[in-house]
């Protein structure tokens, strides 16, 4: 399975503190299959995209990985995202080091 690691501050509607903690993380990239139709993307709040073509990962997968690293800021994630309507959570390219396996 393919992953990702994250290497730089990912852009976002979430704060720069929750966003920051995504920093080293790895990720695994979910599969083409798995992904939602296209244009469904929107921003974390509800705004426009900021990564799209990005890299999707499961959003409750990240999440709990998080949670490992930052209690506090996979909270965030939780009390400020509608997860059932967002299953993927997409990592700007540029912020990201690519995994093929």
Same mark, same amino acid.
């Given at each position: 399975? /393919?992953?990702?690691?994250?290497? /730089?501050? $990912? $852009?976002?509607?979430?704060p720069e503190w929750v966003r920051r903690e995504w920093?080293?993380?790895i990720l695994?990239?979910?599969e083409a299959r798995d992904l939602p139709p296209t244009g469904e993307e929107v921003g974390v709040l509800g705004g426009p995209p900021t990564n799209p073509g990005g890299y999707p990962v499961e959003t409750t997968v990240a999440i709990k990985e998080l949670e490992k690293k930052s209690p506090k800021a996979a909270e965030w994630w939780k009390s400020h995202l509608d997860i059932p309507r967002m299953p993927a959570l997409v990592f700007q390219k540029d912020v990201c080091v690519f995994d093929p396996r």
């Open positions: 399975m /393919a992953t990702i690691t994250i290497i /730089a501050v $990912p $852009p976002g509607e979430a920093v080293g993380m695994s990239v979910m």
